[in-house]
């Protein structure tokens, strides 16, 4: 396997791509056919990165998914997430990317709350596509924090291009609750599935062997990134994941408990939990009553 390229600082990517660096945790690229000082299939670092691809250049891979870039399209990496490159032979890049160091936020409110945009832990086939205005704006915040960077560094430089990043993400929050609603169809089939796999889980012996269902065990099997699968559902039932779940597992336990052929105990086994305690809190906590008094009033 290729060796992965590592690149830890936003100066290093600057000068991997023979960029001036304004900022050592701070920068906006435009790559206009800019050539990297390498080229490397397998690549790491050790910042946020946001891309906006303005023309097919290549294929990304994050783990086994494949996603083949379009026009207009943002692509959110974390720092620590490995991207695999396919590119064509003359590849020239073409677009632009905003990259900010986690220092940089550090002790600030966004830098409190960057998990609350959940993009950033999304595979590249979940990429967010931009309506011509959309790209306007995104292009526009860019040039504001560019402004920032042009203009040398005071007491307010920090805070303008922070505020300016945390706009951008929730602008781009915005941009995938309406890829979300138009994409309700697709969505939909997803449910769909995800019901179907539910099912087919508690039809088998897996509860046994495996235990409780988890979200992140449906996402893979729906070949989605967990946060993706987990804001989809949300946005389609307005429930997380982790609520459908456990009220599908109330409902099957709510009609074992009512046809008295197992104990109470034997349920809660059957349905994957460890310990019978956990089972008869959780049945409180969702249905209002212990499972023996359920049982009781049926």
Do not use: W
């Amino acid at each position: 396997m290729e060796e992965i390229l590592r690149i830890d600082t936003v100066s290093e990517h600057d000068a991997f791509y023979h960029k001036e660096n304004l900022h050592p945790l701070v920068s906006v690229m435009d790559f206009d056919g800019r050539v990297p000082a390498e080229y490397a299939s397998r690549m790491n670092f050790g910042f946020f990165i946001v891309y906006l691809k303005e023309v097919v250049c290549g294929d990304v891979k994050y783990g086994k998914q494949q996603y083949d870039y379009q026009d207009r399209t943002l692509v959110f990496v974390a720092p620590g997430q490995v991207i695999q490159l396919d590119i064509h032979a003359d590849y020239k890049p073409q677009g632009y990317a905003l990259l900010f160091h986690p220092d940089l936020i550090r002790g600030t409110d966004l830098g409190k709350h960057i998990d609350r945009y959940s993009f950033f832990s999304y595979q590249s086939k979940e990429a967010l596509h931009l309506s011509p205005k959309e790209r306007k704006i995104v292009l526009d915040c860019f040039e504001k924090i560019q402004f920032e960077l042009e203009q040398g560094f005071d007491k307010l430089s920090r805070l303008l291009i922070v505020d300016n990043i945390a706009l951008f993400l929730n602008y781009c929050q915005r941009f995938y609750d309406r890829q979300f609603i138009t994409r309700s169809e697709a969505n939909s089939d997803v449910l769909q599935r995800f019901e179907k796999e539910l099912d087919s889980y508690y039809t088998s012996d897996k509860p046994q062997t495996l235990g409780l269902p988890s979200v992140s065990y449906f996402a893979e099997k729906l070949h989605l990134s967990t946060n993706y699968f987990g804001d989809l559902i949300k946005k389609e039932t307005g429930k997380t994941a982790f609520e459908y779940i456990q009220l599908k597992i109330m409902g099957i336990a709510k009609q074992q408990i009512l046809d008295r052929q197992k104990t109470i105990n034997e349920i809660a086994y059957d349905l994957g939990f460890k310990y019978p305690a956990h089972f008869s809190r959780a049945f409180k906590k969702s249905v209002g009553m212990a499972p023996v008094e359920f049982r009781r009033q049926g």
